[in-house]
């Protein structure tokens, strides 16, 4: 098995969420399997902002999925996408 690359999407609760702290959050929480390799955040609406993330992990198990809810359970977040998964 290789390895895959993930784009995620992290919507803020609210415009008055720290995106950069959420950030830091998730780099404390991933595992030593996932690599956060590119970071964006891009404004939606009415000055709200996502965070977009690119992560490799390795394509086995529920790493992804693992991943995924914790990043949910971080303080200020409103939902997590899963906008892609790729093979490298």
């Known amino acids: 098995m290789g390895d895959v690359v993930m784009k995620i999407k992290v919507m ?3 415009v008055n969420v720290d995106l950069e ?3 830091s959050e998730i780099e404390k929480i ?3 399997k996932i690599s956060l390799r590119d970071k ?3 404004p939606i609406a009415f ?3 996502a965070l977009l993330l690119m992560a490799v992990m ?3 198990g529920s790493i992804g999925d693992e991943f995924v809810e914790a990043i ?3 303080e200020g977040v409103e939902s ?3 906008e892609s998964v790729e093979l490298l």
């Open 12 to 14: 803020p609760a609210d």
């Open 21 to 23: 702290k959420i950030y």
């Open 30 to 32: 991933k595992s030593e």
């Open 40 to 42: 964006k955040i891009q």
């Open 47 to 49: 000055g709200l902002k």
């Open 58 to 60: 390795p394509d086995e």
């Open 72 to 74: 949910k359970k971080i």
């Open 80 to 82: 997590v996408e899963i």
